[in-house]
């Protein structure tokens, strides 16, 4: 099963901007593993997570139980105050131990509609009533405070892996799969959605009648099976301007092209890669795409305490001139973001804390928060 790789984190929010031009600053804290966030007529809505449940059960190939329940939530948040206030409750949120929780991940507006991705799957949520129910919903959210089911993408991207061979663990096994769906990110369209799928390493299509078809499937192994993840890991998709660009928690993205893709590498004026772990995307409408890195140490992986793992950063990628730069870093496990109406960045971090601070890794007291990044709005930016 797919879950944010944590254990043993320790981490302190340090925004720190990478040029005079940008400025981050939190904007609101007290999120419960704040994710997917999305701005709807002006105003900001922002998944989380949550803190799992009292419904506990054994996971297979995990020394700890997965705890389910109903703490799942999306909220309207006030970027003058930091107040903020649900608008949907009772979603449903798999607490993983150190690894994390699953539960409402990506959010995306289109047309005026608001769609939310809920994670994994209820093929591993055996005798959970919301599991069965919620996991892995592609959900349609109402201002009204209610929601209708659009597509059961963990159920049918579990039901394709299970073609596949899976892979031997601490072994490389290329062209395996793992049986696993935990749908991720979610871009909207005027005709239906995208969603990026962690767990089964697929991008979807999702039609206005809710059929979904699997569009690209990334069968990547990692040569070094101790690196993490050891497969692709799709979080996010976004529309650049040629076309659609998925990013992975591997560090890999891709350019799709129709029913195929090839592989796209950001690097630094010298030469340094710049994604690492990446779990969120997306666009200006300038030509320019963020990616949100949650975590630091890419391949070859070194594994905490490295404090070049401990903190995240957002990458701004320009499709036209092919040029890319650190926006802003030392970030605490950033997660997802989006343009807002005054053409800033606004990004969640502390993504794997609980509202008191005390969910998933330890967090020494910090919560859920939404940053605002400044960006620079001259017409040669």
């Given at each position: 099963m797919f879950a944010l790789f944590a254990a043993g984190i320790v981490a302190v929010l340090l925004p720190i901007p990478a040029a005079a031009a940008t400025s981050v600053t939190p904007i609101a804290t007290g999120l419960d593993s704040p994710r997917g966030v999305a701005f709807y007529q002006g105003r900001l809505l922002v998944g989380e997570a949550g803190h799992g449940g009292a419904?506990?059960?054994?996971?297979?190939?995990?020394?700890?139980?997965?705890?389910?329940?109903?703490?799942?939530?999306?909220?309207?948040?006030?970027?003058?105050?930091?107040?903020?206030?649900?608008?949907?409750?009772?979603?449903?949120?798999?607490?993983?131990?150190?690894?994390?929780?699953?539960?409402?991940s990506g959010l995306s507006v289109s047309e005026g509609r608001i769609l939310a991705q809920i994670g994994s799957t209820p093929s591993e949520n055996p005798g959970v009533a919301i599991g069965q129910q919620q996991a892995g919903r592609l959900i349609s959210v109402h201002t009204n405070g209610t929601w209708t089911s659009v597509a059961p993408i963990g159920a049918t991207d579990f039901t394709y892996t299970t073609q596949f061979t899976e892979p031997?663990?601490?072994?490389?096994?290329?062209?395996?799969?793992?049986?696993?769906?935990?749908?991720?990110?979610?871009?909207?369209?005027?005709?239906?959605?995208?969603?990026?799928?962690?767990?089964?390493?697929?991008?979807?299509?999702?039609g206005e009648d809710g059929k979904t078809k699997i569009v690209i499937h990334d069968l990547w192994r990692d040569p070094n099976p101790n690196n993490f993840p050891s497969d692709a890991v799709p979080t996010c998709v976004v529309r650049g301007e040629h076309g659609l660009l998925v990013g992975e928690l591997s560090g890999r993205l891709l350019r799709v092209n129709g029913a195929s893709f090839s592989p796209l590498v950001l690097k630094d004026a010298a030469g340094n890669s710049l994604l690492t772990h990446v779990t969120g995307c997306t666009s200006d409408g300038r030509g320019n795409v963020?990616?949100?890195?949650?975590?630091?140490?890419?391949?070859?992986?070194?594994?905490?305490?490295?404090?070049?793992?401990?903190?995240g950063s957002v990458v701004q990628y320009n499709t036209e001139t092919g040029k890319a730069s650190v926006l802003a870093s030392h970030l605490m496990f950033p997660n997802m973001a989006a343009i807002g109406p005054d053409g800033n960045l606004y990004v969640s971090a502390g993504a794997i804390c609980g509202s008191t601070g005390v969910a998933g890794p330890p967090c020494f007291g910090a919560t859920g928060s939404v940053l605002r990044i400044t960006l620079p709005h001259g017409e040669n930016d």
């Open positions: 419904t506990c059960f054994k996971i297979p190939g995990l020394p700890f139980d997965g705890c389910a329940g109903n703490s799942s939530q999306i909220s309207w948040v006030n970027t003058t105050s930091g107040a903020h206030t649900v608008l949907v409750s009772g979603l449903f949120s798999l607490s993983l131990g150190p690894e994390g929780v699953l539960g409402v031997t663990p601490g072994v490389y096994s290329p062209n395996t799969q793992e049986h696993d769906s935990n749908p991720y990110g979610v871009l909207a369209t005027e005709d239906g959605a995208y969603v990026a799928d962690a767990g089964s390493n697929t991008l979807d299509r999702v963020y990616f949100v890195n949650m975590f630091g140490s890419g391949a070859p992986f070194t594994p905490p305490p490295t404090s070049n793992f401990f903190f």
